[in-house]
């Protein structure tokens, strides 16, 4: 074993886990490195974050899904450099991890476009703290609320603000929004929960710019029948404590939610590469880093362009695609197999709900909004999950909400001071 | 509305949701006041703790449960006092709640028997934040002992030591040692994790002292069989982050668990009434704290005699024997009925769990050890359980790790410096 070929991957998430998983039988031993213990379903991040799902429903201890394979080591630890010249990679802990091929998927983070200070107003939603953050958030305005004897402040405890209408943006608008106004009116007793207020503030000229405009459109108008305000055209200038400043308006509201903007991760840094102005790294057609061919960047935090020019976007299939791809290239190299040609990205589809029974579903040619796109969106991501357990739970999370309206993962947890109470 | 007679309940735990649930129909307007978002099936908490359940599959918020019951107020919120001169509870926002009758069911927590700067490095299991506070630290100490060089060093984060082998004790040796030794040993690479040490410590002379000898002996086997070294008759002397001294003799051991001593919420502090020395109130037999008849105390923090002149244990049962007689008192009251005698406890039965397959059951009389108390240990804690989607989701992930032997819920959350580590 020690002789073998030393493939180390930092990152489990999408890019990372596909690249181990193609590289099942290759002739190579695997150290998997990353800061989390988890791998972590993101494109449902949100429901943790609207208590829909437990986090241990999207979320599955990294090192047990390789239980089977004796070729995989993973290791928690946090990269603090690396060393292309010793081939290594500079833990935290002090510790250095040799590499013959190195494969960085260490992702991207929320960027508040130069505002890091808002970030503790208004955090964003990447890790499951994110969710159980914005969670207690969410539920602790309807508690402060319920005891709140100044109106003003009841109706700022009232009012949530979600800043960027991408998927997630427009997802969590439509979730709280139905909280408010479907799933707990009956719990409250002094305030009226429907009439809070759920605020979509986005700079661009429309939601979903990834999608077709029709069907921007008909979120749009599916997020009216919820009760969601939709701010387009006009950017955040200030979040703070008692509120938001669109433009030059100042909207007071307690409960910012950030989910715009992408940051990398320092990949492009630790490989002494150039980076795009988001932060991540120009790689070659072969997503390797220039300089030599044994680092590869893959994922949100590797700068990459499709063939019409536009890049490819970071989203879960774009990063699997890729870690599909660089296992082809180790393969190819270690077999004396011929090197596949430059990485080309196949687009899908986009796919995105609002609220709990309507979704739209781009596929290029196909587009699908709707009661059908949202079954078609469930099933997709149900198949996607990891395990036969995830995928009975959440399917039975989702079952019991349709059914019964009532959410399931309402806890707050953790120690926060509740804002502006003893 | 206003003027029907107010019940105020301090406490959403199993004695206050039982007299809110019995005093339905009277009547009376209730005031329900947690600091806590949700009420918590602690039975189960171990179970969170042991990564095999989810936080919101044993804990429900407190408000949806009175959903249909408009006399039902439910208040979040932290008391800091009483002002039983002016009828009034002081919460800590600076707000008074007036009441007719107060019910206090605040519950206890852990005591460290004067040690409180143990309560750092050995964490007690009370909140769901405790039961990911050791669920991080048990699966930490694995990882940290994968990557660990110093043999010593590693043997210590290999060592749980596990301090009160009362039920709770019992049940997290367990199961820590049947991850150790079944769940984990193929998910590492450097480390054995069936070498790591999982130590049982009780001062008294054996385990499990509420239960029979018989039953205690067999737990004892029990524990054996899944290799918990139990050390009876000696007393924890100091606990530091790097061991347990256990009489006088110290051992390395990276992660300690509290499950020993009780100390009662401060209820008889805030009613000026007497207290015994764990902290609890010195009440009538009707469960009344002396002086009038307007303040009632249940549960955990009231002491209270049985028949034979023990205690009343500090269990579920007991605080829903009493929330259910405080309710038939005070509707007697009202409706100018003859008064209920004095409160009788009737004691149904002690239950524990050894790992995964057996359990212990003392009905007194009867007395049940094995596979089938297992049995009836899970279907009466499934029973117990509120609403058809928390009795689903547990079967579920019980069923699940019957079947797979796979724990579902391994995340490490929250962030907590790695210890001894960057």
């Known amino acids: 074993m020690q002789e073998r070929h030393h493939v180390v991957v930092v990152g489990g998430g999408f890019g990372g886990l596909q690249l181990v998983h193609d590289l099942k039988g290759a002739p190579v031993r695997i150290t998997l490195i990353d800061r989390r213990n988890h791998h972590l379903f993101q494109p449902l991040l949100y429901q943790v974050a609207t208590t829909i799902l437990a986090t241990s429903e999207i979320a599955w201890p990294i090192r047990h899904l390789y239980r089977d394979r004796p070729e995989v080591t993973t290791l928690l630890g946090e990269v603090q450099g690396i060393d ?30 130069g505002h890091d200070e808002w970030a503790a107003v208004a955090p964003g939603l990447k890790t499951l703290e994110d ?22 402040r009841r109706d700022a405890l009232l009012t949530f603000t ?22 707990l009116p009956d719990e409250f007793r002094r305030i009226d929960t429907r009439r809070a ?12 710019p990834a999608f077709a405009e029709e069907l921007s459109a008909y979120a749009l108008r599916e997020l009216g029948k919820l009760g969601v305000e939709v701010r387009t055209g006009t950017p955040v200038t200030d ?29 492009a840094q630790w490989l002494g590469i150039e980076a795009d102005r988001a932060g991540r790294a120009l790689v070659d057609q072969g997503l390797s880093a220039p300089g030599n061919g044994d680092a590869f960047v893959i994922g949100d935090t590797a700068a990459v362009k499709q063939e019409n020019g536009m890049p ?33 990205y196949r687009h899908q589809g986009s796919l995105a709900t609002i609220g709990k029974r309507a979704a739209i579903i781009d596929f290029g040619r ?9 079954w078609i969106w469930g099933l997709a991501h149900i198949y996607f999950l990891i395990g036969t357990r995830s995928r009975f739970a959440v399917a039975w999370s989702w079952l019991w ?11 707050i947890t953790q120690k926060e001071t509740m804002r502006g109470d003893g």
């Open 84 to 113: 292309r010249a010793a081939k290594a990679v500079r833990l935290a802990s002090g510790r250095a991890v040799h590499y013959d091929t190195l494969v960085l998927a260490t992702g991207a983070t929320h960027a508040y476009f």
């Open 312 to 344: 490819v976007p970071g989203i879960a299939p774009a990063a699997k695609q890729q870690g599909a791809y660089v296992a082809r290239v180790i393969r190819a190299r270690l077999t004396g197999q011929p090197a596949p040609g430059p990485f080309r």
């Open 131 to 152: 969710a159980t953050t914005i969670r207690r958030r969410v539920l602790l305005a309807f508690e402060q609320a319920e005891v709140e004897e100044d109106p003003a």
């Open 197 to 208: 207020r759920v605020i979509l503030v986005e700079a661009g000229p429309r939601i979903l």
């Open 366 to 374: 196909i587009k699908l909004k709707g009661g059908l796109a949202w």
């Open 401 to 411: 909400i349709y059914l019964s309206g009532q959410h399931s993962a309402r806890l």
């Open 239 to 267: 979040c703070t404590a008692e509120g938001v400043r669109i433009g030059d308006s100042f909207v007071p509201s307690c409960t910012l939610v950030w989910a715009a903007g992408v940051q990398a991760s320092p990949a």
């Open 162 to 183: 979600i800043v960027g209408a991408g998927p997630t943006g427009v997802e969590l608008a439509g979730i709280i929004a139905e909280m408010a106004h479907r799933t």
